[in-house]
């Protein structure tokens, strides 16, 4: 099969206009400013309104992506939605969009990998464009975990947000992947899950609803020493697929979880902060779309020069682990075949 380059040539992002900040936790949870600040470096995070579902934010991502790379909805050939908030368990949240987007009919399909949902999709779509499957694949992650928030446990009550990034992947004669490392270990799923939801567990009851034991559930301690492991391993063999060290990463874009992680995969390859792209202040974690919200971000203020080296990485339940390499090049000079 004929292989060809492939490149981001648009990036977008929305979220949601209700907040919620450290100060109104305060009133609603033993905790403080300074006690969520100091151990997560969140501030405030979005609330989607209760008549905004997942599509709904993925399709203002969408659009967002769409007018920056100059294309059209029509021009895509396949959507992808990386979410583990859709808006029903079926069908998937990617066949909604396509709708919204007014192009039923084009291929959809959704990724349900949490927080590496990103990564995932990148190096999939990325893979379908490289082998000529595709020529023009949307990517979104979009989650509304504030759904899936027991506002009574302070563990995991401060950490949540909602938001939609996409980024839109086109053929190109400029390959702009380099590599990519995934990996998950599901044997001990219960250290990050959601229970009650699906086939393992028994119907949900009223009571269940009532105790909220039907949200996020998390073991941090375990989640923390995972995640740092993970994402230096992760990062190191896809370098090394790539044939380039930490010297050569022009910005490191993490998930966006925890700052104390963030720092450490960021000093174990010498980063310095000025290269290391952090929203999680204004947006707490966000899931499989932190990573394209960041990267839009940065695009947005100017940060990406064509040629410039992107290192993502990231982890989350699954538990799941993940990093790609990737070469910004977002001029119009490279050809669809």
């Known amino acids: 099969m004929h292989q060809t380059g492939v490149r981001i040539a648009g990036v977008g992002h929305y979220v949601p206009t209700g907040v919620l900040t450290n100060a109104d936790l305060e009133?609603?949870?033993?905790?403080?400013?300074?006690?969520?600040?100091?151990?997560?470096?969140?501030k405030e995070r979005h609330v989607a309104a209760a008549d905004e579902p997942t599509s709904a934010i993925a399709y203002r991502a969408a659009l967002?992506?769409?007018a920056n790379a100059g294309r059209e909805a029509a021009d895509l050939d396949c959507l992808i939605v990386?979410?583990?908030?859709?808006?029903?368990?079926?069908?998937?949240?990617?066949?909604?969009?396509?709708?919204?987007?007014?192009?039923s009919g084009k291929p959809a399909f959704d990724i349900e990998i949490a927080c590496s949902g990103f990564i995932y999709g990148l190096t999939v779509a990325a893979s379908l464009i490289r082998t000529?499957?595709?020529?023009?694949?949307?990517?979104?992650?979009?989650?509304?975990?504030?759904r899936l928030v027991n506002y009574k446990d302070r563990s995991t009550?401060?950490?949540?947000g909602d938001g939609a990034g996409a980024a839109v992947l086109e053929a190109?004669?400029?390959?702009?992947?380099?590599?990519?490392?995934?990996?998950?270990?599901?044997s001990n799923p219960e250290n990050l899950y959601l229970p009650l939801s699906g086939t393992a567990g028994p119907p949900i009851t009223p009571d269940d609803v009532e105790q909220r034991r039907n949200t996020i559930v998390m073991n941090g301690r375990e989640v923390f020493r995972f995640a740092v492991t993970k994402m230096i391993a992760a990062t190191n063999?896809?370098?090394?697929?790539a044939g380039i060290t930490a010297d050569d990463i022009t910005w490191l874009i993490p998930h966006q979880a925890n700052r104390r992680i963030i720092d450490a995969a960021a000093k174990h390859l010498e980063m310095p902060t000025?290269?290391?792209?952090?929203?999680?202040?204004?947006?707490?974690?966000?899931?499989?779309?932190?990573?394209?919200?960041?990267?839009?971000?940065?695009?947005?203020?100017?940060?990406?020069?064509?040629?410039?080296?992107?290192?993502?990485?990231?982890?989350?339940?699954?538990?799941?682990?993940?990093?790609?390499?990737?070469?910004?090049?977002?001029?119009?000079?490279?050809?669809?075949?």
């Open 64 to 66: 967002n992506a769409l």
């Open 237 to 241: 063999v896809a370098l090394s697929r």
């Open 157 to 160: 009550a401060i950490l949540f």
């Open 172 to 186: 190109s004669d400029v390959d702009c992947f380099l590599a990519a490392e995934l990996g998950a270990d599901g």
């Open 274 to 337: 000025e290269r290391v792209i952090v929203n999680i202040d204004r947006y707490g974690n966000t899931s499989a779309a932190s990573i394209p919200m960041a990267l839009s971000e940065a695009s947005a203020a100017g940060k990406l020069k064509d040629g410039d080296v992107i290192l993502f990485v990231g982890f989350g339940a699954g538990l799941s682990w993940g990093a790609v390499a990737w070469r910004w090049h977002m001029s119009t000079n490279g050809k669809i075949p």
């Open 82 to 103: 990386a979410t583990v908030t859709p808006d029903y368990a079926f069908p998937a949240t990617a066949c909604i969009l396509g709708a919204k987007l007014g192009i």
């Open 132 to 146: 000529g499957v595709f020529k023009r694949v949307l990517l979104v992650g979009a989650e509304e975990l504030t």
């Open 27 to 42: 009133r609603m949870l033993d905790t403080s400013d300074e006690w969520i600040t100091t151990r997560t470096g969140m």
